[in-house]
């Protein structure tokens, strides 16, 4: 097997275990850091194809720096959300706020 096979494989795996957690959290921390799996197994992916293959590296590593900064950005907007839904709701998990109030 060789090295490429392997680091996509690597970055399939992240991207599993990612929407593994992002499915059976049910807090929104949780939830973000299977998001946050997911985002590093696409960014692990695009710089492999990028140095494994006759395609641009240069390319390849703006690509993942995007998908980093993509991440960083979801991450603090989610953490603001959530806190202000723990100010609002005094919890955190979905099942509890998900419900309307009528």
């Known amino acids: 097997m060789n090295l490429?096979?392997?680091y996509q494989l690597v970055a399939l795996g992240m991207l599993g275990l990612?929407?593994?957690g992002m499915l059976l959290r049910r807090r929104l921390i949780g939830m973000l850091?299977?998001?946050e799996l997911m985002l590093n197994g696409a960014?692990?992916?695009i710089v492999t194809t990028a140095q494994l293959t006759p395609?641009?590296?240069q390319l390849g590593q703006l690509g993942t720096l995007l998908v980093m900064g993509l991440a960083a950005a979801e991450a603090t907007l989610?953490?603001?959300i959530v806190i202000v839904i723990y100010r609002r709701f005094n919890t955190i998990e979905e099942q509890k706020?998900?419900?309307l109030k009528g």
Do not use: R
């Open 97 to 99: 706020i998900s419900t």
């Open 55 to 57: 395609a641009s590296a």
């Open 33 to 35: 850091i299977g998001v």
């Open 4 to 6: 490429f096979i392997m």
């Open 43 to 45: 960014g692990l992916s």
């Open 78 to 80: 989610v953490l603001a």
């Open 18 to 20: 990612g929407l593994y």
